[in-house]
């Protein structure tokens, strides 16, 4: 949607690079280094401080460059207690659970100045703008403010392609239209590529951090995946998933989504998802856990070995193999400007050319597990996504390089899917594994 056009239509019916960015704090490098000692999971308190160091931080460096780089003056955040915009989730203080009564972020300026519309500064990073004695009505505040700023553009959260770009609700949206002056009212327009941008930037101190976070993740995914967790004839799919939620809640982490856990076997013509596990079977996980904001999205396999055998059958192998030339095909198209669709469109030609029998499905990740920034296919749009695949690929941003390949397994007799999901980093020229990815099976 043109961003200036949404804004008058809204209107209307109320009656009228990062790879330049400076080296991060000294503040910002001791706490990614203590995020980084892996015999420790940082208390509450000093996960606040982490998150509290990376949030000023990309308040002040990467909100002024994506103002500047979509050309909006001035952008405003609106939103209400437990009805809070996902944007601002993001960006309220790690001490703050929820917003503040009505609580509104206004940066001007291309980034360089913002300010909390509301009774309370949030944080030290939004100084409070607005004396309730002074003028007793909030939005009669915020249009004064506004008129005495006298922005280009007035980027507001609304968009009909990504979720996590509108989340202006309607309510609000009502009473912020009705109190503008009729000149400010047509510079109204979409902030959905500002929100995206924000989103999906990581700041470097984020990119040093995610490595680790993502082999926390495939630790405890892997020994879900082993004789620790999993006993043959006993154990079955929702016990390995139930195992994976209480972990994740003892290790001190946070599960985004209800794990997956199932098994293909031989002679079975579907995937079993509410199983005894057996030998012979081929398990598969789909995980992922959040930790100091920062989100994972992993799949791996299994195999159970049958008595006397010591490693998986040969096509079960030769399976996987094709699903790791997959995860390379897709990988190589990774370019800055690159859309998703475009990527999607050239890794299938590609793949299905070299024999493969494909289906892509990759995502952004970062403050959301299905995060913003360009959709690379869906497992039932494999044509291409309209709207969110559309969306370029910029730095600095992170993925799920997700997908599946069907291939035969003379063994079994059957064809079977092998379903990879790995998190990678694009740095503006090569997207790379956070922290590797499955080649072998693990055995069990």
Known sequence: MNRRLAGIILCLSFGITLLGFCTPMMAQEQATAAVRDADKILPERERAAVVNEWLRWRLDNIVPMLMRREGIDMWLIINREYNEDPVVKTMLPATWITARRRTILVFTDFGAERVAMARYPAGDAFPAA???VEQPNQWKALAAYLDEQKPEQIA???????????????????????????????????????????????????????????????????????????????????????????????????????????VQRAGADATLDNTTIEPGDLIHIDFGIEYLDLHTDQQQHAYVLRPGE??????????????????????????????????????????????????????????????????????????????????????????????????????????????????????????????GRQTEFWLI
């Open 130 to 132: 607005w004396d309730p």
């Open 310 to 435: 010591i490693d998986a059958p040969d096509g079960l192998k030769h399976g996987l193999a094709a699903a790791n030339r997959l995860q390379d095909i897709l990988m190589a198209e990774f370019a800055t400007g690159a859309t998703g669709n475009e990527m999607l469109q050239r890794s299938l030609e590609r793949a299905k050319a070299e024999g493969l029998v494909p289906t892509i499905y990759s995502h952004p990740i970062g403050l959301h597990g299905h995060g913003a920034g360009p959709t690379i296919g869906l497992w039932d749009q494999q044509r291409g996504v309209p709207g969110s695949g559309d969306y370029p690929l910029w730095p600095n941003t992170a993925y799920s390089i997700e997908l599946n390949v069907a291939a035969p397994v003379p063994e079994w007799d059957q064809t079977v899917r092998f379903m990879l999901e790995e998190d990678a980093f694009f740095d503006g020229e090569r997207v790379t594994f956070l922290d």
């Open 156 to 262: 507001i959260n609304i968009s009909d392609v990504f979720a996590v770009a509108d989340g202006l609700s309607s309510a609000e949206a009502d009473a912020f239209c009705g109190a503008l002056p009729t000149h400010l009212r047509d510079r109204i327009v979409s902030s959905d590529d500002l929100a995206v941008g924000w989103l999906e930037t990581r700041s470097s101190a984020e990119a040093a951090a995610y490595p680790d976070i993502c082999r926390r993740a495939h630790t405890i995914l892997r020994t879900a995946l082993s004789p620790q967790v999993i006993e043959p004839n006993t154990t079955t799919t929702a016990d390995v998933v139930w195992w994976l939620r209480e972990q994740v809640l003892a290790d001190g982490y946070r599960t985004w989504f209800h794990p997956s856990v199932s």
